[in-house]
């Protein structure tokens, strides 16, 4: 089955060390993001790619990176810079032409 | 920049009422898509429907049903005859056409929908 995978499903790491959230899509998507979501705040944007070894800042990239070596994967790191990473992170893909969107199951990160 | 307003933020009914869920919604753009999806516990997104800005027949899907009014910027969203099975947290979103920065989804807050037995 096409979907999308994100793992591990959940992550515990200690304040100040740099972690890597996987995504991975097996549905020839063009585009991927990621998004963060907070109680009460909705889904925010972190990073976007449209194309293999292209991104863009979305509305709360700071203290995060991602790259997009394969078109079927694209792994975020929060890094130490992130002031509160603990969160529930979101990957999501859309085929260019068609503006339907596809979600993994999503990693949910606690800093302590 | 497109914005997503859902006002109510939690929302309890007893079972088998009716109840809606508002969303407003701005963008600049004449073409936009609009969403409806359900979070339930587990936290993954489930995609209810999507509607694009030439399309405002409204629609019907066993208990949902939607209407968009592009004259008042609203996609709501009704259930009817709710569920114990339809507490969860309710996203509506928004996404411009074309590619680059418009193609992101702009999510609302979301609504947190209780249905009491």
């Known amino acids: 089955d096409g ?9 515990f790491r200690k304040e100040g060390q740099n972690v ?7 549905l020839n998507h063009d585009a991927m993001y990621w998004y963060r979501q907070d109680p009460g705040q909705g889904l925010r944007l972190i990073y976007y790619s449209q194309i ?12 995060y990176s991602v790259s997009r070596e394969k078109k079927e ?11 509160n990473p603990t969160a529930f992170y979101l990957c999501a893909s859309r085929w260019d032409s068609n503006y339907g969107y596809t979600f993994g199951s999503g990693t949910r990160l606690t800093v302590v | 920049a497109q914005k997503v307003t859902q006002a109510q933020t939690e929302i309890s009914v007893v ?3 009716d109840v809606t869920l508002d969303c407003v919604y701005e963008t600049r753009d004449t073409t936009y898509y609009l969403f409806w999806y359900k979070q339930p ?9 999507r509607r694009n800005s030439f399309d405002e027949q409204n629609e019907i899907s066993g208990r949902y049903s939607w209407n968009f009014q592009k004259s008042t910027s609203s996609f709501n969203f009704t259930i009817t005859a709710s ?14 056409a074309g590619t680059g920065a418009n193609s992101k989804l702009t999510f609302g807050k979301g609504i ?5 037995p």
Do not use: H, M, W
């Open chain 1, 3 to 11: 979907g999308i995978t994100q793992s591990p499903k959940y992550l």
């Open chain 1, 20 to 26: 890597t959230l996987s995504c991975e899509q097996n």
């Open chain 1, 52 to 63: 293999v070894n292209d991104f863009q800042k979305g509305d709360i990239a700071e203290g």
């Open chain 1, 73 to 83: 994967s694209f792994p975020l790191t929060v890094t130490s810079a992130q002031k």
């Open chain 2, 15 to 17: 079972e088998k009422e």
């Open chain 2, 41 to 49: 516990p587990s936290g993954e997104l489930v995609f209810l429907i």
């Open chain 2, 83 to 96: 569920q114990v099975v339809d507490s969860a947290v309710y996203f509506c979103a928004l996404s411009e």
């Open chain 2, 112 to 116: 947190t929908l209780s249905v009491r």
